[in-house]
């Protein structure tokens, strides 16, 4: 999957990263590249444009270590976008199939690998998760469909319902519904009638299905070799019956890619598995991760750039370590950790982390210590001028009165952020003497 798109980025980054150094012409010019790259794989004109501005901005603003160059760099930011496009907020959740019977329906159009799937599924569910499957075809205009169902049931050998003639499909998952509670299946699923098109038979007809089936997944599959198609047809779907998840048929072809990367961002649905050919055996779950790696082909630039930015928080957390265990921990430390702290979700996060300091946390968060005062402190410290950063104690009366104001806020505001100071230096120096500070900096880096 993704030959095209690959080697047409790996020589645009082949050339980028035997550049030493790098001017912002150089790297518009490569974004550029990219853009045609990935517009010719078929990704959506806007997720494109996207993608490029928001490298260019992480480019722009990335700090580069000394042993890395500034062409790595770029490759490890497009590496991370990939994912965040592939992915979105986060990894798809795994499938809901508590509660058994757990109905999954099967969406698609006829000829997307619908059937097929299904029975990977159902077979990878059996195989791996040791449950007891029901297949039933709702596929009423199709007896041959009905049947290859049947089939593929036989060969992985789980059951299927039994064909009845003449049954409507909403009639069929009916009785698909009652055999699933009555013989004690884990999973049903429903592998719905395909059409060429969609239309508004299809449509109904999925939705009434639905509403019979209550299904805890609707997974749609679609034909990853269509590009833009496959997005338009998963967005129809969902606006029409909703769906939870999309599976893309036909990944192990030398397809254009471009419906993997644009369908996170146009539809909002996760992608949750990825078909690699004609074998029961050729499905994976989707990791973005792993998808990323494929599409750009440079594990081992990506390898190195982590290193390097692990290596230089590592040092970075040592030299921390060792000023704060000399007790010198001044007002621009304390601007650092509070800015760190709402990287990581406030005081509750972060002091959840620091051994011992669970009870802290609970009295920080009665006191009313979140998000907004942390943001209140670091405006009283910008207010503070360099010397008063460096030495606290040089604040009297009238500078406190100056640093407040400037912040627009109360000198004993800036008196609760003072004895809060003097208590983590304190603290600061006792970790420190004890060991375990470097790592408990580097947990909050
Ligand atoms: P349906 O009409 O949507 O149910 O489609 P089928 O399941 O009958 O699949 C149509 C054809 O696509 C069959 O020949 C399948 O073997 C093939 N197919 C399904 N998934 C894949 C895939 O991931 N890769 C490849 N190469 N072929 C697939």
Request: no cysteine; aromatic share 2%.
């Amino acid at each position: 999957m993704f030959e095209s798109l690959s080697d047409r980025l790996g020589s645009v980054f082949d050339r980028l990263t035997k550049q030493g150094a790098l001017s912002e012409a150089d790297v518009i010019a490569a974004l550029r590249e990219v853009r045609v790259a990935l517009l010719e794989a078929d990704v959506s004109l806007p997720v494109a444009r996207d993608f490029i501005k928001r490298v260019q901005d992480k480019a722009t603003g990335a700090a580069v270590t000394k042993s890395i160059t500034p062409g790595q760099m770029v490759v490890k930011i497009v590496h991370d976008e990939l994912i965040r496009v592939l992915e979105g907020d986060g990894p798809a959740d795994a499938l809901k199939i508590d509660n058994p019977p757990a109905a999954i329906l099967m969406v698609g159009l006829q000829g997307s690998g619908k059937t097929t799937t299904t029975a990977k599924l159902a077979k990878r569910l059996k195989d791996r998760n040791n449950k007891r499957v029901l297949l039933a075809s709702l596929d009423t205009n199709r007896p041959a469909a009905m049947e290859q169902l049947a089939i593929l049931a036989g060969q992985i050998g789980v059951d299927s319902l039994p064909i009845v003639k003449g049954e409507s499909a909403v009639q069929i998952a009916r009785r698909a519904k009652t055999q699933a509670a009555m013989g004690g299946y884990d999973v049903l699923f429903l592998d719905t009638a395909g059409r060429l098109h969609i239309d508004e038979v299809l449509m109904d007809e999925v939705q009434a299905v639905r509403d019979i089936a209550q299904p805890r997944e609707t997974l749609l599959v679609v034909d990853g070799l269509t590009g833009q198609d496959a997005v338009n047809v998963a967005a129809e779907f969902d606006g029409k019956v909703g769906i939870s998840g999309v599976v893309l048929t036909r990944m192990d072809g030398d397809g254009r890619g471009g419906a993997a990367l644009s369908m996170r961002a146009v539809t909002g649905k996760p992608i949750r598995f990825v078909g690699l050919g004609e074998k029961m055996d050729a499905l994976e779950t989707f990791e973005a991760g792993r998808v990323a790696g494929r599409i750009l082909g440079m594990g081992d630039i990506v390898a190195l750039v982590e290193k390097a930015q692990e290596t230089f928080e590592a040092e970075q957390a040592e030299r921390m370590a060792k000023r704060f265990a000399k007790g010198l921990f001044n007002m621009n430390d304390l601007k650092g950790q509070l800015e760190q702290m709402i990287k990581m979700g406030g005081m509750q996060g972060l002091m959840g982390m620091l051994p011992g300091m669970g009870k802290m946390a609970k009295q920080a968060e009665e006191a009313g210590f979140d998000d907004k005062m942390l943001r209140r402190q670091i405006a009283l410290i910008n207010s503070m001028t360099k010397k008063e950063r460096a030495n606290p104690d040089l604040l009297a009366a009238s500078r406190k009165k100056r640093i407040a104001a400037g912040a627009g806020l109360e000198v004993s505001e800036l008196n609760r952020l003072l004895k809060q100071h003097k208590q983590m230096a304190e603290m600061m120096k006792k970790m420190g003497k004890g060991g375990g500070m470097k790592q408990a900096i580097r947990q909050m880096m």
